[in-house]
């Protein structure tokens, strides 16, 4: 691919996805632009001053988009309302402003797989009903009924836990899974920085137009073998794994498009220093 595809507008392009993935695409040839707010970008791609919660201001950063890729979102914070504001209003008042001025635009929504049942009987598929608990997910599903109702032409990506790249995410992870209680024998899907840019690639060809896709690495990884890789083990125990499919997606929809993740496990992104 190359800059003839278009101008392509990145949200959230500062965060833990958006900051690993425009190396990636300036990288690959595509023009990207960035909407940002006084912050800095990667090299090679033209920042635009803008807000999510001031829609006037979107209206130059849409304009002669080819595709959007809305990262943008508030995860981990105890501001409810803040999370809501960001990931439902933001992505509502960006999916207006490309409405108008960049009818034609791809949308790619960023989402989360955190959205399915912690009772589910079986991995997370895209066709299961939705029972988010807490406000991040809830407010990702809002969204993606927004993007769904919106006319555009689109995709939504469900990423799993997301990491690699030196991002720190694993590292953090053991005191959340501690906080939660959860079972160390819990397995978890995963997916690295590399195969979120495979992902995307394909988005911006128009393979998952139309489509929700979980998108995931191949072998979910137990929390005990993941906090042993953070380097803070677990208490290991032998007691009776509850909910043994929650955070367990199944991706099957994505290989049958044609989705190959490069880093097919936690434990090869180890061997290869990808961490």
């Known amino acids: 691919m190359d800059r003839q595809f278009g101008k392509i507008l990145v949200t959230g392009a500062t965060g833990l996805v ?19 707010r006084g912050k800095k970008v990667a090299a090679g ?10 829609p006037a201001t979107l209206q130059a950063a849409v304009k002669d988009a080819a595709a959007i890729i809305h990262l943008a979102a508030v995860f981990r ?4 309302d803040l999370i809501w504001k960001s990931n439902l209003e933001g992505t509502r008042n960006l ?10 635009a791809r949308f790619i929504l960023a989402s989360t797989s955190n959205v399915y049942d912690a009772d589910n ?29 919106s006319g555009l032409n689109g995709s939504v990506l469900r990423f799993p836990f997301v990491y690699g790249d030196g991002d720190g995410h694993l590292e953090e992870l053991p005191k959340h899974v ?26 911006l060809q128009g393979i998952m137009d139309g489509q ?37 997606v199944d991706a099957s929809l994505a290989r049958g498009l044609g989705f190959r993740a490069s880093v097919r496990t936690v434990h090869q992104a180890a061997q290869e220093n990808l961490l």
């Open 18 to 36: 958006g900051s690993r993935l425009l190396p990636r695409l300036v990288e690959a040839g595509y023009d990207c632009s960035a909407l940002v």
């Open 45 to 54: 791609v033209t920042p635009v001053e803008g807000d999510l919660f001031e």
């Open 77 to 80: 914070s105890p501001d409810t």
């Open 95 to 104: 999916i207006d402003a490309v409405k108008r001025h960049a009818p034609n």
């Open 121 to 149: 009987p079986h991995p997370g598929r895209e066709d299961d009903a939705l029972s988010p608990q807490h406000a991040y997910p809830a407010s990702k599903v809002a969204a993606e009924k927004e993007l769904r109702e």
């Open 178 to 203: 501690v906080a939660a209680k959860f079972h160390p024998a819990m397995r978890m899907s995963t997916i690295h920085h590399r195969d979120i840019y495979t992902a995307i690639m394909m988005a």
């Open 212 to 248: 929700v896709v979980n998108i995931a690495d191949e072998a979910p990884t137990t929390l005990y073998e993941l906090s042993q890789l953070a380097g803070k083990p677990m208490a290991s125990s032998a007691a009776p794994l509850v909910n043994p499919w929650h955070l367990h």
